[in-house]
């Protein structure tokens, strides 16, 4: 069946990372849950905010399964989701988890679905990324889960003899890893390396932890799980409990803790984040729905970074720092901590980091990867710059 994921109300609370992407393409664990839920389904498409459109585009056909992008899946839920029949909807403590419809019946998906369509309440338990900070606090759990999926009938490659291996049977090496003189020790979780990812020597690794293919942990790297490092990725220093969301760079020493980066981010050498006040109290993060600092229930949440951001050597984020999207921050002293979109500056003050500036910095760092910033993405980033335009003036 054809299957769309689509964004709920929760899309904004989870800005700055969704502004240049669905929900569903968000990283946890292994995975974005897109790729999870293509496991079970046919490979979905997206029903997302206009803007992201043309590059997250929809398929649609005369029957399809839509189902909410920022649930992860699990077996039970499965299970319920293919006893749905068209016109019903799965639902439970008013969140809107999958149903099936037409593609007429698709332009009546919103507002006021249960009206429409005929409500079966879920009895299945299931995980909701609701705010940045989940990712980073479910890492764990989903790692694990999607370690047994990925892996399940694979067998591993073997790491050299060069290497101090704890809990074997707990590390997952896809075909292409280079790791010599390094250690892993998956503490009792999990460890998985992808394709052509490499481990260089010195680096420890207590998990659980995940490295995408392509990248790579630079020498004397410390990792603490759980963490995830996406596809295409540099990372050094130390690095506690984040997620790296990919084609982003961490380059060299500093601390990176209890935080989300986004994709074509870059943190300059000797960057480090507080995850932790220093009084211990509960931290409080920047939030877009509400336009204030929210409580989050969390005594570590360090930094929340969107895409194409990037910071100079020696940056000092305080303790729940948000910075968003196509940012540039340096100089001495903490950044304030919330940094809107297309800010360049730090301690001192900000002014606009205007578009043809990030157009020809994204440009750059996106060959690098042998990716091209296309008229797609100019509009995408355009549209971001307009919309973020009244945090910038406050």
């Not at 704890?166 to 250690?183: N, P, S, W, Y």
């Not at 380059?251 to 935080?259: E, I, T, V, Y």
């Not at 729940?320 to 340096?330: D, E, K, L, Q, R």
């Amino acid at each position: 069946m054809n299957t769309l994921l689509f964004d709920d109300n929760d899309r904004i609370n989870l800005l700055p990372l969704t502004f240049t992407r669905p929900v569903s393409e968000l990283r946890i664990g292994i995975l974005t849950i897109t790729e999870k839920w293509a496991y079970f389904f046919k490979r979905p498409s997206f029903l997302t905010q206009n803007y992201l459109k043309q590059k997250y585009s929809a398929v649609i056909q005369n029957v399809n399964l839509l189902i909410n992008g920022s649930i992860i899946p699990n077996e039970a839920l499965i299970k319920e989701i293919k006893t749905l029949k068209q016109g019903e909807f799965l639902i439970k403590n008013d969140i809107i988890i999958a149903g099936i419809v037409s593609d007429i019946e698709i332009q009546k998906f919103e507002p006021e679905i249960e009206k429409i369509f005929k409500p079966i309440i879920c009895k299945s338990e299931f995980t909701k990324i609701k705010f940045p900070w989940d990712i980073f606090s479910l890492n764990g759990q989903e790692i694990e889960s999607d370690f047994k999926l990925v892996t399940a009938g694979k067998t591993s490659e073997k790491l050299s003899r060069t290497n101090n291996i704890l809990q074997e049977e707990r590390i997952f090496v896809e075909k292409g890893v280079f790791a010599e003189f390094a250690t892993f020790n998956p503490n009792g979780g999990y460890i998985y390396l992808g394709k052509d990812s490499e481990v260089m020597e010195g680096s420890i690794i207590r998990g659980s932890f995940s490295l995408g293919e392509h990248s790579t942990l630079k020498i004397g790297a410390k990792i603490y799980g759980p963490t995830t490092v996406g596809p295409h990725s540099r990372v050094g220093g130390e690095v506690n409990n984040s997620v790296i969301t990919g084609f982003s760079n961490k380059g060299h020493d500093g601390f990176l803790g209890n935080s989300v980066l986004g994709e074509w981010c870059n943190l300059g050498a000797d960057t480090n984040n507080s995850n932790l006040k220093n009084n211990y109290a509960e931290v409080r993060v920047w939030n877009y729905k509400q336009k204030r600092f929210i409580h989050t229930g969390l005594q570590f949440c360090g930094l929340i970074m969107g895409d194409h951001s990037k910071c100079g050597i020696n940056t000092m984020f305080n303790t729940g720092t948000v910075v968003g999207v196509s940012s540039n921050i340096f100089g001495t002293g903490f950044p304030r901590n919330f940094v809107p979109s297309f800010s360049w500056g730090g301690n001192s003050g900000f002014t606009t980091y205007t578009l043809p500036k990030v157009f020809e910095t994204s440009e750059i760092v996106m060959k690098r990867r042998d990716k091209e910033l296309d008229n797609i993405e100019k509009s995408i980033l355009e549209h971001i710059f307009n919309e973020t335009k009244i945090y910038r003036e406050v």
